[in-house]
């Protein structure tokens, strides 16, 4: 079974810039998060979207950031205008909702932005 | 709000036992996990506890549970140069619910 795929993995932007990153999760799972992880931390839940509709967004800086998941499958998440706080890991997760009473999320491998 | 507290860093010699703690201030945490991560890839869930239960017991990982000082453990036996990552608890109030992961624990083992 393939996993939760993430590009790009790396990523230098300079501040004010725009960048957006890609997550195609696991097939056939229903629920997508992005989370971003600042070094030293744990991860921090940005979004979560159950199909294509936004379950909870309430930590997403919606003046610069936004993420969209057309048809429930892939997602990408965008930052506009990038600040230096913004470096971190974001991760994206997947997990397959009613498959019982406990839910397993399968994480990608991240993309390192880093902006100077 | 939610707050999930660990320690930083942990070393131990190969073939000893590890046991990374984890304290979190929600009282309604129902499921609690202990996630790996290793360098440069996404968390792992190595397993979790529902709050009604004690100790849980998988392999050579023992996760203890204290509800009364919202207090968690995750005991690795023969700790193995593999198993060096980093260890993250986290907790949920429900299954489906939003998932709070703690500060982190960096496990060195050394050979």
């Known amino acids: 079974e393939a996993g939760v795929a993430q590009s790009p993995r790396y990523k230098i932007i300079e501040k004010r810039q725009s960048v957006a990153f890609w997550c195609n999760p696991i097939s056939g799972h229903a629920t997508l998060y992005w989370y971003q992880q600042i070094l030293g931390q744990g991860p921090k839940l940005l979004i979560q979207?159950?199909?294509?509709?936004?379950?909870?967004d309430s930590q997403l800086p919606k003046d610069r950031f936004s993420a969209e998941r057309l048809k429930g499958v892939d997602s990408t998440l965008k930052i506009q205008p990038a600040k230096l706080e913004d470096s971190a890991v974001y991760l994206c997760a997947s997990s397959s909702t009613g498959t019982g009473n406990i839910e397993t999320q399968y994480f990608g491998p991240g993309t390192r932005l880093l902006v100077l | 709000g939610e707050d999930v507290e660990q320690s930083l860093f942990l070393s131990v010699r190969e073939g000893d036992s590890s046991v990374i703690n984890c304290t979190y201030t929600d009282s309604s945490s129902t499921y609690l996990y202990w996630y790996k991560q290793e360098p440069g890839a996404g968390l792992q869930l190595l397993t979790y506890i529902f709050s009604n239960m004690d100790m849980k017991q998988d392999q050579r990982l023992t996760v203890l549970l204290n509800k009364k000082d919202k207090h968690l453990s995750l005991r690795i036996a023969d700790t193995q140069t593999g198993d060096s990552a980093i260890y993250f608890c986290?907790?949920?109030?429900?299954?489906?619910?939003?998932?709070?992961f703690g500060t982190g624990t960096k496990l060195q083992v050394i050979p």
């Open positions: 986290a907790e949920a109030p429900g299954g489906y619910q939003k998932v709070t």
């Open positions: 979207f159950q199909n294509n509709g936004v379950v909870d």
